[in-house]
């Protein structure tokens, strides 16, 4: 069972709305990273926390920004929405091994953002 | 740059036979390889990783992938199908920074 835990699991948002979705990682993993997963493609890389600093950032807009909390939680915020925001929104955690080590990362079950 | 290629988008297999599900990668330097997979409704599972060890790489649920350098290949195979392997699965490098580089997926289907 998946040590991962994502909220809400589905969402329906108006065009130029806000959106926070959370995630919860397991205890000691310190990098967590979100990942959007269009319908019929592959996860893309949106950004990475370490000890609650963003450390890498894929090629995705500023209106997507997020958090990382002390106590291995995480949030993922997006501002502006449009209609190509809707996707699977994936976290993912790895333990201080890095996702290299030990067993990769450890994702959630993803939170599905329908933008209307 | 890092990036990985499946070769296939949809693969199709009996129960019983083997499955073969291809990926190609690249990469500047030494890659770490992963495959995932992904069942409908749930998250993504690791089932096996490639970090420079041994090419041959045993995952679970009976899968294994075997890296080839000189074909930039990472292919994962299973002896024998079982209707629970019907899946998504995605074939990943790692990049700078711990980024992940997903394929498009390759969704198997088992036919009993």
């Known amino acids: 069972e998946t040590g991962v835990t994502q909220s809400p699991t589905h969402l329906i948002k108006t065009r130029g709305q806000q959106v926070t979705l959370r995630c919860s990682s397991q205890?000691?993993?310190?990098?967590v990273s979100w990942y959007q997963q269009a319908l019929g493609q592959g996860p893309q890389f949106i950004f990475q926390?370490?000890?609650?600093?963003?450390?890498g950032r894929g090629n995705f807009p500023p209106r997507f920004s997020g958090l990382q909390f002390p106590n291995y939680s995480s949030e993922l915020n997006v501002n502006a929405l449009e209609l190509d925001d809707s996707a699977l929104y994936l976290c993912?955690?790895?333990?201080?091994?890095?996702?290299?080590?030990?067993?990769?990362?450890?994702f959630g079950s993803g939170t599905r953002l329908t933008v209307v | 740059a890092q990036s990985v290629t499946q070769l296939d988008s949809h693969v199709s297999v009996s129960e019983g036979t083997p499955v073969l599900l291809r990926c190609n990668y690249s990469s500047s330097y030494s890659p770490s390889l992963f495959w995932y997979v992904q069942h409908p409704n749930k998250g993504l599972q690791l089932l096996l990783k490639?970090?420079?060890?041994?090419?041959l790489v045993k995952g679970i649920n009976g899968f294994e992938a075997e890296f080839k350098k000189s074909e930039t290949s990472f292919h994962l195979t299973k002896p024998s199908a079982h209707m629970s392997d019907a899946a998504e699965y995605f074939c990943?490098?790692?990049?700078?920074?711990?980024?992940?580089?997903f394929g498009s997926g390759t969704k198997l289907n088992v036919k009993p």
């Open positions: 993912a955690s790895s333990s201080p091994l890095g996702p290299q080590g030990g067993y990769g990362y450890t």
């Open positions: 205890s000691g993993h310190n990098t």
């Open positions: 926390y370490y000890r609650e600093e963003e450390n």
């Open positions: 490639y970090t420079s060890a041994a090419t």
């Open positions: 990943v490098v790692r990049g700078d920074f711990n980024k992940f580089y």
